[in-house]
């Protein structure tokens, strides 16, 4: 998968809001708190994306792009 515009190595059949959110402030240093808007698609399944909520989760595609921003302090 691609998350912020990096190619992820991701395993497991579902992804969810806090495994995206973690993937994506993996590189950053700690505390990466903070609300976080995540939003997904597949590039080539034709299948609609979405925007995962805390608690929420995905099935995984080999096409699967995932942006996730923080956008708020919890």
């Given amino acids: 998968i691609v ?6 190595h991701f395993n497991l059949p579902e992804i969810s809001y806090e495994q995206a959110v973690a993937l994506a402030n993996e590189d950053r240093p700690s505390p ?8 997904y698609y597949f590039r080539q399944q034709g299948r609609a994306g979405g ?3 805390p608690g929420q989760a ?5 096409s699967m ?10």
Avoid: P, S
């Fill in 3 to 8: 998350v912020n515009g990096k190619h992820k």
């Fill in 65 to 74: 792009v995932i942006n996730a921003h923080v956008t708020g302090n919890a």
């Fill in 32 to 39: 990466w708190g903070g609300l976080h808007t995540v939003t």
């Fill in 58 to 62: 995905v099935e995984v595609l080999e």
């Fill in 51 to 53: 925007e995962l909520i």
